[in-house]
């Protein structure tokens, strides 16, 4: 039987991914930082044969243990904060190193399939195409561009430095590209995407910005990276996972029509006040990055090869808006 090793095992895509390999009958290791989130994993599949092992992105303690007798690595585990941090070197060293660590570890011992866990960010702000033309998986995010932000640029250099790692060593390399990952939460642990549902249903943008984001289910997401491990037609290949880019106003519109008891803001920002707020607050500056940029990436390749229907944009939207109304 087939053994994945799935890295940062207790992560929202993650936990999907784990649901998934088990239900295909797959052995299933999963990495983790510490016991409460090995409790968050068990308390999830309370009779499967899940193996743990305690490792981290940033020491090399531990990856022996952890890639021994498996066939797969499913590196799914990179930081995705809640803003930029004042050095980006925080978020891209940790990405580039923490991935080499792996396929490093996984070279050593024997394991030459590997999928990784990239994003959509990776990809549209290639600033070699007009800002407004819709991105493909040929484009890659210029990491040296002014208006690229930590995250985008630690996402884009991890996955560069995976692709040279499996040229140079015959390894058989698949990315999975996911945009903002929507849908349902396995528990109350979960991701940035979802709190950004969480922000807009309780109210907390008066405005909302001019910008789009590629959209995917997070049910999707884990299917990606399962179908992947034993289809070889997705040897060599990044997959976007995109069901289609959602502006604010089209992300909000959907969940004030259906929370109509929420103070759900559809109204949108002028660029000319964002920019000048962007001067004095961060996080909003960040967001200017973005105005005039389409963010969307075509993503057909996946159904074509991997053999499924996107789950539409807003579908993945209300699920995700149904757990969070509810926690």
């Known amino acids: 039987m087939t053994k994945v090793l799935v890295t940062g095992a207790s992560g929202f895509i993650a936990k999907h991914i784990v649901r998934e390999l088990l239900d295909k009958g797959y052995e299933v290791r999963g990495t983790i930082r510490s016991d409460k989130r090995k409790g968050e994993v068990e308390a999830l599949f309370p009779n499967a044969q899940i193996e743990f092992v305690k490792l981290d992105l ?14 797969v690595l499913m590196h799914t585990a990179s930081p995705f904060p809640n803003g930029d941090p004042d050095d980006p070197e925080e978020l ?26 990239s994003s959509c960010a ?16 040929a484009n890659w995010t210029d990491a040296t ?3 690229v932000t930590a995250y985008e640029a630690s996402k884009t ?32 642990n979960f991701g940035t995407s979802l709190e950004l549902v969480e922000q807009v249903m ?7 910005p001019d910008i789009n984001l590629p959209v995917v289910d997070v049910r999707d997401v884990a299917y990606m990276h399962v179908n992947a491990v ?19 106003l089209e992300l909000a519109g959907p969940l004030a029509a259906a929370y109509p008891d929420r103070k759900i ?12 707020i962007g001067r004095f607050d961060k996080s909003v500056g960040q967001v200017v990055g973005n105005l005039g940029r389409n963010s969307d990436v075509e993503a057909s390749k996946a159904e074509r090869i991997m053999g499924f229907t996107y789950i539409p944009s807003v579908e993945a939207l209300l699920a995700s808006a149904e757990y969070v109304a509810n926690t």
């Not at 891209?92 to 866990?117: E, F, M, Q, S, Y």
């Not at 560069?160 to 040229?167: E, V």
Request: aromatic residues 6%.
């Open 92 to 117: 891209i060293r940790p990405a580039v190193d923490g991935t080499l660590r792996a396929l490093n570890a996984a070279k050593a011992a024997g394991v030459n399939r590997v999928i990784l866990t």
């Open 145 to 147: 561009a002014s208006y």
């Open 58 to 71: 940033t020491a090399d303690d531990g990856w022996d243990e952890a890639l021994s007798g498996v066939d």
């Open 122 to 137: 990776a990809i549209y702000k290639d600033s070699a195409k007009p800002p407004m033309e819709r991105s493909t998986e």
């Open 202 to 208: 309780n109210g907390d943008f008066p405005m909302l």
């Open 265 to 276: 803001s559809t109204r949108k920002a002028p660029n000319w006040l964002l920019k000048i």
């Open 230 to 248: 034993d289809n070889a037609e997705t040897i060599g290949e990044r997959f976007a996972a995109n069901a289609g880019a959602l502006t604010m």
């Open 157 to 188: 250099l991890a996955e560069k430095a995976a692709w040279d790692f499996a040229n140079e060593h015959g390894m058989q390399l698949t990315t999975i590209n996911p945009g903002g990952v929507f849908g349902p939460a396995m528990d109350p």
